[in-house]
């Protein structure tokens, strides 16, 4: 299935795995790239070494594309920024922010960029400033989020710039794909179909949540403060749910999720953690090797696509 985005990412699947702050290191960077699709390395807050050792190590593995997730407003943004330049990154993604003070660096170096927008604005603002593609995000993704649904927001994006448009939020199977370039995007990104995927390194308590999850177990946290962000429901976000609902200021909602995504991902902490995921998470049943998710997404949407045509 080839389009604008396999052949500039040099990909055989138009599947991109999520930047997952925590979640998306070497590992599952390289497991997506190896099954064909495009692994990303999650920046998130890490130091530019950290990221450094991490590309390091997805190159000794696999010989396929790969990229990097940069993360904006990380306090690290311009050591990684300059980290992906000197270690030959071909593609990079970026999140939480507006990528135009980098663009000339790394346009520069021949890396391809794909900003993550959540508007029309902000799709064509990144068009003009040279990105090559862009991730239109809707509401239903995990983490931080927009308001607009993929439904509404990846046609409007794909009417108004002509790079091509890769569409996230709510897509987890074949049927979201087939949907997705019905809706004029040329590729997907995913991430939490790939929290469960057998070489993702969250911890196993993470994966079980997800695992178990209904269709009205996800949550928004921090709407009244302007950084909305998608989790699944537990007691930490009860609390926080009932202090914002108290008026309580930004500072102190953000004390009580203070290391708490890295609470559920590395030590199981499911109770207080952030969880986070979409709102496909009650669509996802079973454990799978990302090669198996792929091919299973993959063969699906082709069977949809065809049938669409008569075929």
């Known amino acids: 299935m080839k389009t604008r985005i396999t052949e500039l990412l040099g990909v055989k699947y138009p599947i991109i795995q999520g930047g997952m702050a925590w979640v998306a290191e070497n590992h599952l960077a390289a497991a997506v790239s190896e099954a064909g699709g495009l692994g990303l390395i999650g920046g998130a807050n890490a130091p530019g070494e950290v990221i450094r050792d991490y590309i390091r190590k997805v190159k000794e593995v696999t010989e396929k594309p790969f990229g990097v997730n940069v993360m904006l407003m990380s306090p690290y943004a311009d050591d990684v920024a300059k980290v992906v330049v000197e270690e030959g990154v071909k593609v990079v993604t970026t999140g939480a922010g507006n990528p135009?003070?980098?663009m000339d660096l790394w346009k520069s170096a021949g890396i391809r960029v794909i900003p993550v927008v959540a508007s029309v604005a902000l799709a064509k603002r990144m068009e003009?400033?040279?990105?090559?593609?862009?991730?239109?995000?809707?509401?239903?993704?995990?983490?931080?989020?927009?308001?607009?649904?993929?439904?509404?927001?990846?046609?409007?994006?794909?009417?108004?710039?002509?790079?091509?448009?890769?569409?996230?939020?709510?897509?987890?199977d074949g049927r979201g794909l087939a949907a997705s370039?019905?809706?004029?995007?040329?590729?997907?990104?995913?991430?939490?179909?790939?929290?469960?995927?057998?070489?993702?390194?969250?911890?196993?308590?993470y994966k079980d949540r997800v695992l178990k999850a209904k269709d009205i177990d996800s949550s928004v946290t921090g709407r009244s403060h302007g950084h909305p962000v998608r989790c699944l429901r537990n007691q930490m976000t009860r609390e926080y749910v009932k202090l914002e609902n108290e008026g309580k200021s930004f500072e102190e909602l953000e004390y009580l999720t203070l290391g708490a995504l890295r609470k559920a991902v590395q030590e199981g902490d499911v109770t207080m953690g952030t969880v986070m995921a979409g709102q496909i998470a009650g669509m996802v049943s079973k454990e799978q090797t990302c090669k198996e998710i792929i091919e299973e997404i993959m063969a699906q949407a082709e069977t949809l696509l065809n049938v669409g045509k008569g075929v």
């Open 100 to 102: 135009e003070k980098y």
């Open 128 to 172: 003009k400033y040279g990105a090559d593609a862009v991730v239109a995000e809707g509401t239903e993704s995990g983490g931080h989020i927009g308001e607009a649904t993929t439904m509404t927001l990846v046609p409007q994006v794909v009417d108004t710039v002509s790079i091509p448009v890769i569409a996230a939020g709510g897509i987890g």
């Open 181 to 205: 370039f019905m809706l004029g995007a040329e590729a997907v990104q995913m991430g939490t179909r790939f929290l469960v995927a057998k070489e993702c390194i969250v911890h196993q308590n």
